[in-house]
T-cell receptor
Framework: EAGVAQSPRYKIIEKRQSVAFWCNPISGHATLYWYQQILGQGPKLLIQ????????DSQLPKDRFSAERLKGVDSTLKIQPAKLEDSAVYLCASSLALKSSYNEQFFGPGTRLTVL | ELKVEQNPLFLSMQEGKNYTIYCNYS?????LYWYRQDPGKSLESLFVLLSNGAVKQEGRLMASLDTKARLSTLHITAAVHDLSATYFCAVGNFGNEKLTFGTGTRLTIIP
């Protein structure tokens, strides 16, 4: 079974530039998550999708971050404009569905973003 | 707001020794996860604990959950170098699955 795919793996940009990350979840997984992991910290949830609908985006900085999952499969996360404090690893995860008894999340390899 | 605390944050131990990592959380939750992260890698799921008193074991790692005390432990038995990694606990709830992660415990096993 193929895992969660993410690209690019690394990205270096200057502040005020824009950047986009892509995620392809495990086939059949209805729920998709984007996390931000700052160096030395645990991952923090940014946004959670169920199929193509947003379940929780309460911690997404909406003035600069946006995410979509138009067809309920792939997802993109965009930052525009980037700030220095956005330097982090952006992790995508997927799980079968909400409200299942064993809703384990599987994580992709992450995209390491450096903002200069 | 749910807070998840782990201790210790850093742990250096010799091979062959036993030790325990603790995970405390501040509000009622009905599932707890343990993940492992190697440097520069993503998170690997180790255990999912779903009920009070749940205990799961895999090799030299054993996880337990006490929902009344809001405490989970990850016990390492006879540590080997391959277990060196950062270990995270994360707390979620049925039907929501918004995971709140702890700060992580960086474990280093010294030969």
């Amino acid at each position: 079974e193929a895992g969660v795919a993410q690209s690019p793996r690394y990205k270096i940009i200057e502040k005020r530039q824009s950047v986009a990350f892509w995620c392809n979840p495990i086939s059949g997984h209805a729920t998709l998550y984007w996390y931000q992991q700052i160096l030395g910290q645990g991952p923090k949830l940014l946004i959670q999708f169920q199929n193509n609908g947003v379940v929780d985006d309460s911690q997404l900085p909406k003035d600069r971050f946006s995410a979509e999952r138009l067809k309920g499969v792939d997802s993109t996360l965009k930052i525009q404009p980037a700030k220095l404090e956005d330097s982090a690893v952006y992790l995508c995860a997927s799980s079968l569905a909400l409200k299942s008894s064993y809703n384990e999340q599987f994580f992709g390899p992450g995209t390491r973003l450096t903002v200069l | 707001e749910l807070k998840v605390e782990q201790n210790p944050l850093f742990l250096s131990m010799q091979e062959g020794k036993n030790y325990t990592i603790y995970c405390n959380y501040s509000t009622t939750s009905d599932r707890l996860y343990w993940y492992r992260q190697d440097p520069g890698k993503s998170l690997e799921s180790l255990f999912v604990l779903l009920s009070n008193g749940a205990v799961k074991q895999e090799g030299r790692l054993m996880a337990s959950l006490d929902t009344k005390a809001r405490l989970s432990t990850l016990h390492i038995t006879a540590a080997v170098h391959d277990l060196s990694a950062t270990y995270f606990c994360a707390v979620g709830n049925f039907g929501n699955e918004k995971l709140t992660f702890g700060t992580g415990t960086r474990l280093t096993i010294i030969p």
